[in-house]
């Protein structure tokens, strides 16, 4: 690693271990610097604090968006999973909710603009839309907690790929047939770019850091792959060309949407020089070679995790960092896209799980392999019996050191860009068992920065117990609780220790000793 040691030493300055205070007494735990730009090198060396949420997930009234339609009862809907409904009535109480993120000492909040809710029909503006998200930046500055804005979080409007429709013919203004549709896509890429420019000149005089999309690969996987998500389409088996061109389409949406950002957003609005930082958010996974549910050690298993390791952490960030595409997965770049290059300036990760990965009995087509998913588990998981970090409202399993690990993968990877952790979070109904996941969390995260990854800050998912996609409402991801009755929401653990570590920036030894380590979890249920 060309940069490992001047810079080791740089982190190991900014985040060091113990120091003197003032008094030049000792101080102890683990210190992490003050907040920053997220990219730039006036950034470097800086660490935020930030929670984070996407708007179908928490906001109610939308019956616009594709997952309204897609979960509402027949015959009204489709019926499929849990209805989203009323969500955590995160639209109306929005503002309110602002009051819980400063209670938690943060400096960024990250959430979505839910595109249906500003375009419910092709080419008509809501204002009310616009003027609600609005209001919730100007709460959020007079709170003095930064906007960070996602784009595309895995909604949209009906009138993309209306879910109804089995096969789509040829785009109209009521249905433009998604992702995978040639002409369709190319009009949805030039929508969505239209979209981002919209809402960076409404808010680029107080919003500065923008993600485009929000974990592209598992979006497109559940939503053009295997159809659990709206639209339902399901090609990742019987057309896996079909799919790789959604990804395609995909990057080309965020190529369009960087550079309408970057057009359109021109007033700097915190004062470090830029006015408009743009990146995206990419889902990662700790891949473990893994065979009869534990670990394996065949090379057919570890070439496995080297094959999705590359198309699920490499493929998307590593187009934009060289201005080209792999359709086929075979490692090369066959496709020039020039203008792709550079088209990063932070990039985010996202963290959850450690998971299983085997060569046999392949199933995913060109990467010839099969991953423990879920119930699409054939005996690949890595530890499903091990209660101590086995997650069950998700199935799978929550393994500390999986992000350090793939935070010094990508920083050896792609030297030059600024990473931070976008979500990071436990589906649990146990506070201190979500309080142990932030410190353990953190204490990796702190980590890798004093090895001289240059990763600037740790937002957790979610501030609220919310919708979890096809998951529907088990999964508890929430700092804070909500009865999903009265929407009273109520501060856990996993809340009070964040706060006390955002406001006084260091993990303090009681905490580590209380809640930090390798070692087992609290029980789920206590
Ligand atoms: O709830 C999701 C979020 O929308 C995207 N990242 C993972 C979270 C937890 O599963």
């Known amino acids: 690693m060309r940069w490992a040691l001047p810079v080791s030493l740089l982190g190991a300055l900014l985040f060091g271990a113990c120091g003197d205070d003032d008094d030049g007494a000792a101080e102890s735990g683990l210190q992490f610097a003050d907040r920053g730009p997220i990219s730039g090198d006036a950034g470097r060396g800086s660490f935020s604090f930030g929670v984070a949420t996407a708007a179908t997930q928490i906001e109610d009234e939308n019956p616009d968006t594709d997952w309204y339609l897609w979960t509402a009862p027949q015959p009204e809907g489709l019926g499929n999973g849990v209805f989203v409904g009323d969500a955590s009535r995160g639209y109306t109480m929005a503002i309110d909710d602002v009051q819980l993120i400063s209670d938690l ?15 419910p029909r092709r080419d008509e503006v809501s204002e009310a839309g616009l003027a609600h998200y609005d209001a919730l930046i100007d709460a959020l500055l007079d709170a003095d907690i930064a906007p960070m804005i996602t784009v595309h979080h895995f909604s949209s409007p009906v009138w993309v790929d209306d879910p109804r429709v089995a096969t789509c013919a040829a785009p109209s203004d009521e249905n433009l047939c998604g992702w995978a549709h040639p002409q369709g896509a190319d009009e949805i890429v030039d929508e969505l770019a239209e979209h981002a ?13 923008w993600a485009t999309v929000n974990e592209p690969v598992n979006y497109l996987l559940a939503a053009y792959g295997v159809g659990f998500f709206p639209p339902g389409r399901t090609l990742l088996i019987p057309n896996f060309p079909a799919f790789i061109d959604t990804v395609r389409n995909y990057l080309r949406a965020h190529v369009a949407m960087y550079e309408a950002i970057m057009e359109a957003d021109t007033i ?259």
């Not at 420019?197 to 850091?209: I, N, S």
């Not at 359709?327 to 799980?353: F, I, N, T």
């Not at 600024?418 to 589906?427: H, I, K, Q, R, Y």
């Open 197 to 209: 420019r919209l809402l960076a000149e409404r808010y680029g005089d107080r919003v500065d850091d």
């Open 268 to 526: 700097d609005a915190d004062g470090d020089g830029v006015a408009a930082h743009v990146g995206f958010t990419l889902n990662t996974i700790a891949w473990r070679p893994s065979r009869d549910n534990a670990l394996s050690d065949r090379p057919e298993d570890l070439a496995a995790v080297d094959r999705i390791t590359y198309a699920y952490h490499h493929l998307f960030v590593d187009s934009l960092v060289h201005g080209g595409f792999d359709a086929d997965l075979d490692g090369v770049r066959e496709e020039s896209h020039p203008d792709w290059q550079g088209k990063l300036d932070w990039l985010g990760v996202q963290y959850y799980s450690r998971n299983g990965v085997s060569s046999e009995p392949p199933l995913i087509p060109v990467l010839d392999l099969m991953v423990c998913f879920g119930d699409f588990d054939l005996g690949s998981c890595v530890a499903p019996d091990d209660p101590t970090h086995w997650v069950p409202a998700m199935r799978y399993e929550y393994w500390e050191p999986g992000i350090y690990e793939i935070l010094l993968d990508f920083a050896q990877r792609w030297p030059d860009l600024p990473m931070t952790v976008t979500e990071s979070g436990l589906a649990t109904e146990n506070g201190r068992r979500r309080a142990e996941h932030v410190v353990r969390s953190l204490e990796q995260i702190h980590r890798a920065a004093e090895a001289g990854v240059d990763v600037r800050g740790y937002y957790h998912w979610s501030l609220y117990d919310n919708f979890e996609w096809a998951e529907g409402y088990e999964p508890r991801f929430g700092l804070y609780h909500v009865d999903f009755e009265t929407y009273e929401r109520t501060a856990t653990e996993g809340a009070d220790v964040l706060a006390e570590i955002a406001r006084e920036r260091r993990i303090s030894d009681e905490q580590l000793q209380t809640y930090g380590g390798l070692g087992p979890m609290s029980p789920e249920e206590e």
């Open 105 to 119: 000492a943060l400096d960024v909040y990250r959430f979505s603009v839910e595109w249906s809710r500003i375009e």
